[in-house]
């Protein structure tokens, strides 16, 4: 809009001055001007809106990060801590576990020995044939 009323007061200029219309053209002028520095002040606000909008987004960005790297430490001990509890909890536990474990497998193995054992006893040499005299 402000663009449109410098373009049209420039082309008023250019008629005027055809003319020869020196009191028109004087008006023109000043209106020109004063277009052009309502332009220019608007151009300067604008800059600065940006730059203090930029700090802010800076600033907010800054407290968002240490925000962020609070919580990513709290989380990080917390894991460490949790871990190690289970970890601890895990060892008081696993000694026995480890025991009950091995005597089991003893017991089961004892087991099976016995009942081979018993399936091949004592009459296992009679299904084998005798050896034959060789002559």
Request: no cysteine; proline share 0%; net charge positive.
């Given at each position: 809009m402000k663009i449109t009323n410098l373009v049209a007061a420039l082309i008023g200029v250019a008629v005027l001055t055809t003319f020869g219309e020196e009191g028109v053209l004087q008006d023109v002028k000043q209106g020109a001007k004063k277009t052009g520095e309502t332009i220019k002040d608007g151009l300067e606000t604008v800059g600065?809106?940006?730059?203090?909008t930029a700090k802010t987004v800076g600033k907010?960005?800054?407290q968002t990060a240490e925000t962020v790297g609070e919580k990513t430490k709290e989380t990080g001990e917390t894991v460490a801590r949790k871990t190690?509890?289970?970890?601890?909890g895990t060892g008081e536990r696993g000694a026995g576990t480890t025991q009950k474990t091995h005597h089991k497998s003893r017991k089961a193995?004892?087991?099976?020995?016995a009942q081979s054992t018993e399936q091949h006893g004592p009459n296992h040499d009679?299904?084998?044939p005798a050896p034959s005299p060789t002559p």
């Open positions: 600065e809106k940006t730059k203090e907010k960005t800054r190690k509890e289970t970890v601890e193995s004892s087991k099976a020995n009679s299904n084998t």
